[in-house]
């Protein structure tokens, strides 16, 4: 069974720092692409990253394009993304999301329950 | 970047009705690569539909997408309460992935 398990979601001050975490299980975490989407209170969801199976090429959303980094340890089975200089308007519930393969074009067939990010001071 | 609009905002149905909630693209959407999720409160979102029509693992065959270009449809053919959720329309053919702002589909 596929298992995606956020962690390190919680309060931030704008200007801060903060990185997430998702641990991988139940699949050959390696062979697949992996990536973030997020959803802001009373928003839709929102596409922020991924990176594929290798680590080679990242990709993400222009709102938080400079600031936050996407990366993966394959030894690990873990995904990441480093946030910095959030800002209130990044507050919002991250889900880490596995594709159907290693392609742009596979749809998120696998969501984590999702990470709450809070950026306030 | 595509757009995706959804409509209608919310719909509201009795069980056993049929659903059929649009998605439209700004663009055409490369290879017609978009998805359905469905979005219940405090659940994660979850993959129905994939490639315009194809179901994902395990989902009933009462659901169903449709469409191509730039004009997408999605079906729940006999509603059951269950269904209630919030869902989503989203293209991975072309870059940056976007999602539509979602159907609120309500059971009377």
């Known amino acids: 069974e596929v298992q995606l398990l956020e962690s390190g979601g919680g309060l931030v001050q704008p200007g801060g720092s903060l990185r997430l975490s998702c641990a991988a299980s139940?699949?050959?975490?390696?062979?697949?692409?992996m990536g973030w989407v997020r959803q802001a209170p009373g928003k839709g969801l929102e596409w922020v990253s991924v990176i594929t199976a290798t680590g080679t090429v990242t990709a993400y959303a222009g709102s938080v394009k400079g600031r936050f980094t996407v990366s993966r340890d394959n030894s690990k089975n873990t995904l990441s993304l480093q946030m910095n200089s959030p800002r209130a308007e990044d507050t919002a519930v991250y889900y880490c999301?596995?594709?159907?393969?290693?392609?742009?074009?596979?749809?998120?067939?696998?969501w984590g329950q999702g990470a709450l990010v809070t950026v306030s001071s | 970047e595509i757009v995706l609009t959804q409509s209608p905002g919310t719909l509201s149905l009795s069980p056993g009705e049929r659903a059929t909630l649009s998605c439209r693209a700004s663009e055409s959407i490369n290879g017609d690569y978009l998805a359905w999720y469905q979005h219940k409160p405090g659940q994660a979102p979850r993959l129905l539909i994939y490639d315009a029509s194809s179901r994902a693992t395990g989902i009933p065959d009462r659901f169903s997408g449709s469409g191509s270009g730039t004009d997408f449809i999605f079906t729940v053919s006999r509603l059951e309460p269950e269904d209630v959720a919030v869902y989503y329309c989203q293209q991975y053919g072309n870059s940056p992935r976007t999602f539509g702002q979602g159907t609120n589909l309500e059971i009377k």
């Open positions: 999301v596995k594709s159907g393969g290693d392609t742009h074009y596979s749809p998120f067939d696998h």
């Open positions: 139940g699949f050959t975490f390696s062979s697949y692409t």
